[in-house]
């Protein structure tokens, strides 16, 4: 008698554990996924860290022509569309900014007579962007990387480098940095890119 009126609360302790325990895995597994998925790149959730700035690089000219698109006939690599939104720290979208891009083609050369693959535009009412261009190729000691000049109206320039994912030349790239590479999937044979910009106003 006294083994059984032992034994049927261990029973009922046993069963609880049986059933809170996988309940409190799968929670921590749900919460392991969540955060392994989070994007690098600044977010609402990161008031007052704006963007990283890096160098210009030796390439940038100024005075690109104003276009979202630095696609042209017959030219090589894989397409991308890159979107996002330009955000002040308080998570404000910031209309009427420039953003002049500037990249190598898919060979990883620049051009430094004319305007290939370079060019700017300005985002919308709701601080929205929108560029059509190709995957960068690699140069010696670079990683795949396209350059940006981002000005708000009246406001500094802020000079930075998109990275892409899961690129071999990022762990030899000096001047690349996680908290710069853009959000990419594969889509229909092309691939889209996203990225928020933070600017310190």
Not at 109 to 123: I, V
């Amino acid at each position: 008698m006294t083994r059984n009126r032992i034994s049927r609360p261990a029973r009922r302790t046993f069963l609880r554990s049986a059933i809170v325990l996988p309940a409190v895995v799968l929670g921590r597994r749900r919460a392991l996924a969540q955060s392994t998925i989070m994007a690098p790149t600044p977010s609402c959730v990161d008031k007052g860290a704006p963007t990283l700035s890096q160098t210009a690089g030796p390439f940038f000219k100024p005075r690109s022509p104003e276009r979202a698109s630095l696609l042209e006939p017959n030219m090589r690599g894989t397409r991308i569309v890159v979107t996002g939104a330009v955000l002040s720290t308080r998570c404000r979208p910031i209309p009427g900014v420039l953003l002049d891009f500037w990249q190598a083609d898919d060979q990883g050369r620049y051009d430094n007579t004319a305007f290939r693959l370079r060019g700017h535009q300005f985002a919308d009412d709701q601080g929205r962007y929108r560029l059509e261009t190709i995957v960068p190729g690699l140069y010696t000691g670079r990683t795949r990387h396209i350059h940006v000049r981002v000005q708000a109206p009246n406001q500094t320039v802020l000079t930075t480098q998109l990275y892409f994912p899961d690129e071999p030349g990022n762990r030899s790239d000096f001047i690349f940095r996680p908290e710069l590479v853009m959000a990419v999937r594969d889509e229909s044979g092309a691939k889209a890119g996203a990225f928020t910009f933070v600017l310190d106003v």
